[in-house]
């Protein structure tokens, strides 16, 4: 049985670069977003982590082959019909239940069958022994819930939401484009409600009796080697301190990935600066600043943000 490990939170909030440094882990094999694999790598044919088009990628080529008899045989249009069936933030409640209608929990295992193939194949074919999907969506989340036949664990980044709001604002190219497309942006208003929602949903999701840890980016970044350690035992996974040698001071060495979709970082090889972005400290306007602190007070304080947080 596959065991993943699900990055999730809202984006923005330090997944990619949990997931590379998780990927640098002996017998972790890191995937990226296979939320989008479907329409960005098998119908698209965009970049993987290795810089290779998809289709080009063996790794990749060997995973399609091992889950699907090719990737080819995958039927794009359904797993997109099904998505919009189960996986929207509105349906988490639905998906909370402790028993789904019949009709919902077919649709439901199906989609989600889609994905623990592609984990089982991963697993497989890289033969580690966790594999890591940071594909965020809580949602999804709750939608694996209920796949059979795969040993999931979820990982709850958490970011505080001025950071997260600030970040939404600001213009991202998409490299595996070739820059002709840039990342989605979002007003501080909108992303403090979708910091709420999202957040909240892997709380629900650790009340259902999932296994989920959760971590601060903050933190993750103030000391990356005490969080991996944290995270491998959380995983089942046995490392040595030889196996984070990669993870120097204020910096983390960094292989060749097949990380199939995500943010930028995921192309990163060679030396990775490990510096917390703060810049909205300074940057985030004071009337956005009050705004997302007021929608997000309560669960910014659960998580030990302070309110106040004076320029430094
Ligand atoms: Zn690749």
């Known amino acids: 049985m596959a065991r993943v490990l699900f990055l999730g939170g809202l984006g923005r909030s330090g997944t990619t670069l949990v997931e590379r440094l998780l990927g640098e882990l002996p017998s972790v094999c890191a995937l990226g977003e296979i939320v989008h694999l479907w329409q960005r790598d098998v119908r698209d044919n ?61 649709q439901v295992r199906e989609y989600a069958g889609f994905y623990t193939r592609v984990y089982t194949a991963a697993a497989e074919v890289s033969g580690a022994q966790v594999v890591v999907d940071s594909s965020k969506h809580s949602a999804l989340a709750h939608v694996l819930r209920w796949a059979g036949g795969i040993d999931l664990r979820v990982v709850h980044v958490v970011r505080d939401a001025r950071g997260v709001a600030y970040s939404w604002t600001k213009t991202v190219a998409r490299p595996e484009t070739d820059g002709s497309d840039e990342m989605t942006r979002y007003s501080p208003g909108r992303s403090a409600l979708l910091w709420n929602a999202h957040n909240a949903a892997f709380g629900l999701l650790a009340r259902r009796g999932v296994p989920v840890r959760r971590i601060r980016y903050e933190q993750f970044l103030a000391d990356p080697r005490g969080a991996l350690t944290s995270l491998a035992d959380f995983a089942e996974l046995p490392i040595s301190e030889a196996d984070l040698a990669f993870v120097g001071d204020g910096h983390a060495d960094l292989g060749v990935g097949h990380s199939a979709a995500g943010n930028p970082m995921r192309f990163t090889v060679g030396r990775l600066p490990l510096r917390r972005d703060d810049a909205w400290v300074r940057a985030l306007p004071d009337k956005q600043r009050r705004l997302v602190g007021t929608v997000c007070g309560p669960m910014l304080r659960a998580y030990g943000y302070p309110l106040n947080v004076k320029e430094a």
């Open 46 to 106: 965009e970049r993987c982590g290795c810089g290779a088009r998809f289709a080009a990628c063996t790794f990749w080529k060997r995973v399609g082959e091992l889950a699907f008899h090719g990737w080819a045989n995958v039927d794009v249009e359904r797993v997109h019909a099904l998505r919009d069936a189960v996986e929207r933030t509105r349906f988490i409640p639905r998906l909370a239940a402790d028993r789904l209608p019949r009709e919902l929990l077919l």
